[in-house]
């Protein structure tokens, strides 16, 4: 009964910047964790970070390191990715995720997550 609408998606130029928003609504509990996957077409849906509701704990995927911060606001229910350094393969189409089953290592894998956005399209041009 949570549900997940993101926003902030668009088309950019290489080397720029994008902020997407997830805003949950429902039963947002105190213990979710909230990540971010994205697909590309003709790809396998790849994850790209996670976070817990107070923003202690967060992990990001190789690919995106040092370039990209998750972040939440739990009075606002909402996670955020922040993208910058964006490059022509960071094109697809970004979803948040939502997993009840707390702090884990398998929160890299899209079977760990209860919950799904519809997605938003985010498209670096060269």
């Known amino acids: 009964q949570v549900q997940l609408v993101e926003s902030g998606g668009g088309l950019v130029q290489a080397g720029g910047s994008l902020r997407l928003s997830c805003a949950a609504s429902?039963?947002?509990?105190?213990?979710?964790?909230l990540g971010w996957f994205r697909q590309a077409p003709g790809q396998a849906r790849e994850f790209v970070a996670s976070?817990?509701?107070?923003?202690?704990?967060?992990e990001h995927a190789d690919s995106v390191k040092g370039r990209f911060t998750i972040a939440s606001d739990h009075t606002k229910s909402t996670v955020y990715l922040q993208m910058n350094s964006l490059k022509p393969e960071d094109t697809a189409v970004y979803y948040c995720?939502?997993?009840?089953?707390?702090?884990?290592?398998?929160?890299?894998?899209?079977?760990?997550?209860?919950?799904w956005g519809q997605g938003t399209q985010v498209t670096v041009s060269s």
């Open positions: 976070i817990n509701w107070s923003g202690g704990s967060t």
């Open positions: 429902g039963r947002t509990f105190s213990t979710l964790v």
């Open positions: 995720a939502a997993s009840r089953r707390g702090w884990s290592g398998i929160l890299k894998y899209e079977y760990a997550y209860d919950y």
